[in-house]
C-alpha cells in the first residue's frame, strides 16, 4: 500500500511493474518540525505510513514517503500559493539544493518499520522572470516539494542531478528494493501479482445488475454454503461488490473479502464492513493455515495463470479447510460459448484445476451447480461450483 497521495510516486511504481493500492494519510505536514530538513522528510514519511497502519484490519505491507528540498540548510516543501513558489523559484535559480525523500516501510506481518533517507543533489537553471512566471502559471510548482519536479514541466529547469533520478520524482526505486528485501519480499514477486481488472465507479454501480443482481448472487451463496463444512472463516478472492459475501453472511457465515479493485471495495465496505481489504489474490495478507474456507466465485477464469492463486489458498488454509471455486467443466465450454481458442488453457477448466490443487495438497471431493438467470434464452445456466480439500 502507498501512504501517499502524490502522483509521481504512483506513476514511478507502476512503471517499476507495481501496483499498489493508495490510501491517503491525512496528515498535517504543516505543524512538523525536525533538527534537520532530512529528518523532517523521514519524519513525515514514518507519520504517514502508521496513520494508514493504524487504518488497516488486515496485514498489509505499506510506504510511506515525503520529500524535502533544502537549500543552504533550509527546508522548502510544498510553497502552496503563487507568490511563494515564485519568490521561491527565483532564490533557487541558477543554485544547487539536495532532495530529501523520506521512506518508512511497515510489514504488519513481519512487525517490522524500516525507516531510510535518500539525498540527491539538485542542480537549478539560471531561469528568467518570464520562465518563473510561465512555469507557475501551469499550476505544477504549487502542489510539489521544492516548487519544481524533474518529470514534469519542470524537467528542463534541472541541469543535472547527482544521485537518484527517481528519488527526486519522489521515490527512490533502489532504496525500496533493499526495503522490501529486509522484511522478505524480493522485488520480481512484485510482479508476479494477478492481473488487475479495473472497474471505475460507473461500472462498479452497475455491476451487480449487469451480472445477474441479488438472484444470481443468492442462487451462488447457497451453493457455496452447501459446500461450507462448518462455521468458521470464510475468506472470499475477489469479493467486488460484496453482494455474494454479504449472502454467506446472512446464512451464518463469517466472512471476509479481498480485492484490487477501490471502485468496487467502496460497495463492499458497505455490506461487509470491517472485513474487507486491498490485497492481491496470488499474495494474501494472511499468515499460513488460518482459514477455515476460501472461496472464489467467476475470478479463475480471467487469469492468464491460476497455479499462483491456488497455492496461495493452500497456504492460508488450515488442514481439513476447502477451496470452493466455480469452474467450466472443459475447454470445450469455453468454445461452445463463442470464446476464440488461444494458447493458454482456460485456467478454471476442470482437469486443469485438478492436476494444479493436487501439487500443493488439495484434492477434489464435492461438486454442486447452481441457476443463474435466463442469458440470450429463456433457459436458466447452470454454473459448475466444486470443492478442494486440504489434506
Known sequence: M?????PARLKTLRGAGVEPEVIVSGVDEDDITAESPGEL???????????????????????????????????????????????????????????HTGHCLIDTNAKQELREL???????????????????????????????TVDGFGGPFVTGIEGDYHNVVGLSLPLLRR???EVGISWPALWQSSPRIEYDETE??????????PERAQAAAAAVDSLLTKSGRVLELAVGTGIVGAELVARGNLVHGVDLSTAMLRHARVRLPGHVAAADAARLP????????????????????????????ARVLRPGGVFITTTEKSDAGRYADGRSPNDTRSQDALSLLVATAARHGLTLDAATTFA???????QSPLYPLVRFRRT
Open 372 to 378: 443463474g438467470p435466463p442469458r440470450n434464452t429463456d
Open 41 to 99: 522528510a523521514r519524519l513525515l514519511a514514518t507519520l504517514k505510513a502508521r496513520a494508514v497502519v493504524a487504518s488497516l484490519t488486515e496485514h498489509a505491507t505499506v510506504l510511506g514517503c515525503d520529500s524535502v528540498l533544502e537549500i543552504d540548510g533550509v527546508a522548502y516543501g510544498k510553497p502552496g500559493t503563487p507568490e511563494a513558489a515564485r519568490d521561491r523559484l527565483r532564490s533557487m535559480r541558477g543554485r544547487t539544493g539536495v532532495l
Open 118 to 148: 535518500e539525498s540527491t543533489t539538485v542542480y537549478f537553471a539560471d531561469l528568467t522572470d518570464e520562465e518563473i512566471d510561465a512555469y507557475v502559471a501551469t499550476g505544477e510548482p504549487l502542489v510539489v516539494a521544492g516548487s519544481f
Open 179 to 181: 526495503m522490501l528485501a
Open 204 to 213: 462498479a454501480a452497475r455491476y451487480d445488475d449487469t451480472r445477474g443482481g
Open 286 to 313: 494472511i499468515a499460513d493455515r488460518r482459514c477455515d474456507a476460501v472461496v472464489a466465485v467467476w475470478l479463475l477464469h480471467l487469469l492468464d495463470d491460476s497455479e499462483p492463486i491456488i497455492a496461495e489458498v
Open 2 to 6: 502507498l501512504a501517499s497521495a502524490s
